[in-house]
């Protein structure tokens, strides 16, 4: 098995990356800083003007919205050159943070206009997350894909961290309209990054000739009858159904019932991010050096079982900080080790749209886990809901680390399983998953 020094030397290695792969993780990481940023403004003026109830309608919207637009837009990454596809959705999020940014400064507060530039933003982001995400197996050889993989997730980190703190700062010293302009510009950058992020080659002709719907089908069928992939995805759902709620909802609710002030929820909802971005710096691949990749997996699902059950009996706020960046290095690893192998173990002109299907079931998990914890909450105490989320989530991670074949999958070199969703499941899939795909790393490298 291949393995990773536990530190690596970041400036050699960031340049060691191809220009692409820098442009592509440099745009995700300010995509996600201003939308993160855009987020917290938008919440701040629907809460100031429609009040609780007005915020609550518009996620629920958000969420039904991106639940129907993933799939239905997934076959535009296997379809289109993944270069048009990148600027066509950071366009259409220029566009609509403009849009929003032209609301404000007008003073004119629509929540049906808000709901629509909210489509606008889910729909160019059911094309770019699917696209991100497979892309880097295209652009990075195989034994390079994992420490691509890595900066990835730590510039999802630094995005993610960094953009609530950048949004309720700019509100809090400067006001809603510089907040949004700020935004804005942010938004063009991050557009203006990622312009040349993938080769400007696409899929064969064929594939552009497909009926839509065909496609859409084609992908969500092959998802399904990959077993390997299917049992995974399921079971990956299930660990989540418990961990949001843990991370989420019920945070707040547990500081305010031990009576602390809501610093404590910041410092707490920093501490998960930084915990993410720690694993993904060293932590994941120095115990997957020491470990191998189930070994790794099985003790970050320990890790992450054992901070949710702490957060039911720790009362000291030091201890809930401390958890939650324990559940941030655990959740590191758990998202991390696999997915090099599954990016290529996916038939090229497929990888796109099982992406899509895989980033669906995360949007219905997200809207189902705060139903589940608020169903929990009429029975038991916060305390007493952490207690049995940790019980689900500990379930949910045996029944993962006992999926058929994961074990004997995760220990192959990431050489041999390029192509082996096809290899082992060659019925999944249609004859034009072996057709010519974009141009393969070494190629996109000398463009």
Excluded: N
Excluded at 108 to 125: E, H, I, K, P
């Amino acid at each position: 098995m291949s393995s990773h020094p536990p530190h690596d030397a970041l400036l050699p290695a960031w340049r060691a990356l191809p220009a692409p792969v820098r442009a592509l993780l440099l745009g995700e990481c300010l995509g996600l800083l201003s939308t993160a940023s855009m987020q917290v403004a938008v919440s701040w003026w629907i809460s100031r003007h429609a009040g609780a109830a007005g915020l609550a309608r518009y996620a629920a919207l958000m969420g039904l919205v991106a639940l129907v637009v993933t799939p239905l837009l997934s076959p535009a990454g296997d379809r289109w050159p993944k270069r048009r596809v990148i600027r066509i959705g950071r366009l259409m999020l220029v566009l609509d943070a403009a849009a929003l940014a032209a609301l404000c400064t007008a003073g004119r507060f629509d929540l049906g206009l808000l709901a629509l530039c909210g489509l606008v933003s889910a729909a160019a982001t059911a094309l770019l997350w699917p696209v991100e995400s497979s892309l880097l197996a295209e652009l990075v050889a195989p034994e390079g894909l994992s420490t691509a993989i890595r900066w990835r997730r730590a510039a999802q980190s630094v995005g993610g961290l960094a953009g609530p703190a950048l949004g309720g700062g700019v509100i809090a010293a400067l006001g809603l309209d510089a907040a949004m302009a700020i935004d804005l510009g942010l938004f063009a950058l991050a557009a203006a990054v990622a312009w040349r992020a993938a080769p400007a080659a696409g899929p064969a002709a064929a594939a552009a000739r497909r009926p839509w719907l065909a496609d859409l089908a084609d992908g969500l069928r092959a998802k399904w009858q990959v077993r390997l992939d299917r049992w995974w995805t399921l079971a990956g759902a299930a660990m989540m159904l418990s961990l949001l709620p843990a991370s989420g909802l019920l945070l707040p609710l547990r500081i305010q019932s031990l009576g602390l002030s809501a610093a404590w929820f910041g410092a707490c909802s920093a501490a998960l991010s930084l915990g993410v971005l720690a694993g993904v710096a060293g932590v994941a691949p120095w115990l997957v050096a020491r470990h191998g990749r189930v070994g790794a997996l099985a003790l970050a699902i320990l890790a992450c079982g054992a901070a949710i059950a702490g957060l039911a009996l720790c009362d000291a706020a030091p201890g809930l900080v401390a958890l939650f960046a324990l559940m941030g290095l655990g959740l590191s690893v758990t998202q991390w080790v696999g997915q090099t192998h599954r990016l290529l173990a996916m038939p090229a002109a497929y990888r796109a749209r099982m992406s899509a299907a895989h980033l669906t079931v995360a949007h219905a998990v997200a809207a189902l886990a705060p139903a589940l914890a608020g169903g929990l909450l009429q029975h038991l105490p916060v305390s007493g809901v952490y207690g049995v989320l940790a019980v689900g989530f500990a379930a949910s991670g045996l029944l993962l680390l006992a999926v058929p074949g994961l074990g004997p999958f995760l220990r192959q070199e990431p050489r041999a399983v390029e192509g082996w969703y096809q290899r082992a499941y060659p019925g999944a899939f249609r004859a034009r998953a072996t057709a010519p795909a974009e141009p393969r790393h070494g190629q996109a490298r000398r463009r």
